[in-house]
């Protein structure tokens, strides 16, 4: 099924483009948002393959160019490489530039000519993004949305009111969330609470002492304690793997 995410701020400039996207196919999910940040969230969650951005996302700021910032910024996520992006404009200047940093699939330009819009984006939801989706932990800091893949994460652990996620590649410090609500959305069978204050990645596990209650992950230096409440429901999750 193709997804279509439609980045505008004028309502009804969407609701047309929602309308054109839906009469090219019916089946098609569409995505229209008026705002970047929740864009950001739906595009790591979900498989994008046709993307449609307006330019000036901010009438009111001087020379506002945020749904290129935006396009920008998803070119650097890998699967989106090649996704078709068609950029909504009135500024004609600005054109050959989109199209050198961007590299854009084309230009729908307001006020609307219906028929070369319609055509323009039947034929660019013709190209699919083939990719596999990865699953993403999806996390807000300091007002920006980020995104760490699921089985890159190695464990998880809650500590002196903040949150600390332990990466193949890196470390993230975020404000306290509960385990139980990581789980959730973290949404794997690879993970399990080994205490109460620390999630890990089952996959990760190299080895088990049992009646010491210490695991070994890894790529981690340092055992983590599994806590006597959790062990046994903690073993038998680590058996059945």
Do not use: W
């Not at 940040?37 to 951005?53: G, H, M, Q, S």
């Not at 990581?182 to 990760?204: K, L, P, Y």
């Amino acid at each position: 099924m193709t997804k279509v995410l439609i980045l505008e701020d004028k309502r009804q400039s969407r609701e047309l483009l929602v309308r054109i996207v839906k009469e090219i196919d019916a089946g098609a999910d569409v995505y229209a948002l008026d705002n970047e940040e929740e864009a950001y969230v739906i595009a790591i969650k979900k498989n994008i393959d046709v993307f449609l951005v307006d330019i000036i996302l901010h009438p009111e700021k001087p020379g506002d160019q945020s749904g290129a910032v935006f396009a920008s910024n998803i070119r650097s996520i890998e699967r989106y490489l090649f996704t078709p992006v068609i950029f909504i404009t009135t500024l004609y200047d600005t054109k050959m530039s989109m199209f050198s940093t961007v590299q854009c699939y084309g230009f729908i330009e307001k006020p609307f000519d219906l028929e070369k819009t319609k055509k323009m984006i039947a034929t660019a939801m013709h190209y699919h993004t083939t990719e596999r989706r990865e699953k993403t932990f999806i996390f807000h800091t300091e007002g920006l949305v980020g995104a760490v893949p699921v089985d890159d994460i190695i464990y998880i652990e809650s500590r002196g009111h903040k949150l600390y996620i332990h990466t193949t590649k890196d470390n993230i410090v975020l404000p306290y969330r509960s385990c139980k609500r990581i789980m959730e959305e973290i949404d794997s069978e690879n993970f399990e609470m080994c205490n109460r204050g620390t999630v890990v990645n089952m996959a990760f596990i190299k080895r088990i002492d049992s009646p010491g209650r210490y695991l070994y992950l890894r790529g981690i230096e340092n055992a983590i304690e599994i806590g006597p409440v959790l062990k046994k429901k903690f073993m038998e999750r680590f058996k059945d793997r």
